[in-house]
């Protein structure tokens, strides 16, 4: 097995497991919650195999939606976000996503925090569109959508960081 493959196993096993274990406990005052997990969407190699970040990103979804029995929400996020993450690469990163010579663990610039921005937002706003499910609650979906992106942006930084390899 190729190391690549091997650190995309045990990221997506520990960012599962720090999600059901600790995060879902994290609530700031009922309306934002923590969502870290979408990391292993985001840090997937750009030159990944597609088939297998659509597959592995249901997947996640599909077991955090058994662990807090949400019915389907977290899947469809989850795969959503990563169908169009090339869309947002390009969208962030320009040419330099087109030569695939982008790495989000790298030092913060504006084009990965705009890629970050971008993705947690659009996920966010998925996953609450699709658990308020009624026009009439727009606004505690808008407001939700946006305390909880900021709450996970910066966490998500901030794990990226921790886990960031040391220069050779």
């Known amino acids: 097995m190729n190391s690549t493959?091997?650190?995309?196993?045990?990221?997506?096993?520990?960012?599962?497991?720090?999600?059901?274990?600790?995060?879902?406990?994290?609530?700031?005052?009922?309306?934002?919650?923590?969502?870290?997990?979408?990391?292993?969407i985001l840090l997937f190699p750009v030159n990944g195999n597609r088939a297998v970040l659509?597959?592995?990103?249901?997947?996640?979804?599909?077991?955090?939606?058994?662990?807090l029995n949400s019915g389907g929400s977290h899947a469809v996020a989850c795969t959503v976000l990563a169908y169009i993450r090339p869309s947002?690469?390009?969208?962030?990163?320009?040419?330099?996503?087109?030569?695939?010579?982008?790495?989000?663990?790298?030092?913060?610039?504006?084009?990965?925090?705009?890629?970050l921005l971008i993705s947690v937002v659009t996920h966010h706003l998925i996953l609450y569109l699709l658990e308020a499910f009624r026009f009439g609650l727009i606004l505690e979906v808008l407001l939700r959508t946006v305390l909880t992106s900021l709450f996970t942006l910066l966490l998500c930084i901030t794990i990226i960081y921790l886990i960031k390899p040391g220069k050779q």
């Open 88 to 115: 947002i690469f390009r969208f962030s990163f320009g040419v330099s996503y087109e030569y695939q010579t982008v790495k989000i663990n790298d030092r913060l610039s504006p084009e990965r925090f705009s890629f």
């Open 54 to 67: 659509l597959l592995s990103a249901f997947t996640m979804g599909i077991l955090l939606d058994m662990f």
């Open 5 to 40: 493959v091997i650190i995309n196993i045990l990221r997506f096993i520990a960012l599962l497991a720090a999600q059901v274990i600790i995060f879902n406990r994290v609530d700031l005052f009922g309306i934002a919650e923590a969502y870290p997990y979408i990391l292993f």
